[in-house]
């Protein structure tokens, strides 16, 4: 099986060192045609506006919601999950295209500025568990969406407690914000996953085993791959110290 990893910006050569770690093979994707004889596409983190513009420019955005209508999977990483939202609120001015599919509202810069990335660590919800490894897994956050809104069809795999006032989100109508509820920040419906966080950028890669690799067949050896990685996975101490960059005020970025 090939997988497909969009690579016109951000964090793509770190899902394909996953990708080829698991002994899948991995597809660079900038072209249409390069979709083609795929088993299913990762979206990586980066800049969503950018990442949108060029997938425009080389003639993209057509040809990845065809392959998504398709029905292969396709996992989309913090700016991958705003493509992947049939809408999106607090964008740049003249918004941006989005892919869709998603019943759900992505907060583009819920957490704030890049200055509030963070790590902590997470409950693994049943699918993610039953692979094997790790109860919890750990979930790094850079300057990263969230989910303030999902319709009754989409699966709820992962939620963050945000304090109020703690956010960095600034929009109306952000209940989650506002009660100091959990905000949702990974996501399944149908053929499509989608996280908030970046699971390419630490040792745990159950997360391409929920869309990227079919149960049975070449997916018995990779599986003990993933359970190894899963157990060697730091444990997280103290969440409650991030964002790391809370207290850097004194920093001044031009």
């Known amino acids: 099986m090939a997988v497909g990893v969009l690579a016109l910006q951000g964090s793509f050569k770190e899902h394909i060192v996953a990708l080829r770690k698991l002994g899948v093979e991995a597809v660079e994707v900038r072209k249409p045609e390069q979709l083609s004889g795929l088993s299913g596409l990762i979206i990586p983190g980066g800049e969503s506006t950018t990442m949108a513009k060029l997938a425009e420019q080389y003639k993209l955005i057509p040809a990845l919601k065809d392959f998504g209508i398709s029905g292969k999977p396709i996992w989309g990483t913090c700016a991958g999950l705003i493509f992947l939202a049939d809408k999106a609120v607090g964008q740049k001015i003249g918004g941006q295209a989005l892919l869709g599919g998603l019943d759900c509202t992505v907060h583009r810069n819920y957490f704030g500025s890049q200055l509030n990335s963070f790590e902590t660590e997470l409950p693994a919800p049943p699918a993610l568990s039953e692979i094997g490894g790790s109860e ?10 969230a989910i303030v809104n999902a319709g009754p069809n989409v699966e709820v795999l992962a939620a963050l407690n945000v304090p109020s006032g703690e956010s960095g989100a600034s929009s109306p109508g952000n209940e989650a914000e506002d009660q100091g509820q959990k905000v949702i920040v990974a996501v399944r419906q149908g053929n499509l996953l989608a996280t908030a966080f970046h699971p390419e950028l630490t ?16 997916a018995d050896v990779p599986v003990k791959a993933v359970e190894e ?10 969440p409650k110290d991030l964002p790391v960059f809370r207290d850097a005020s004194f920093l001044v970025f031009e």
Do not use: Y
Request: proline share 8%; charged share 25%.
């Open 136 to 145: 919890n897994f750990r979930a790094v956050f850079i300057r990263a969406p």
């Open 203 to 218: 040792g745990d890669t159950r997360w391409l085993f929920m869309k990227m690799v079919p149960k049975g067949g070449k």
């Open 229 to 238: 990685s899963a157990s060697l996975i730091r444990p997280f101490t103290d």
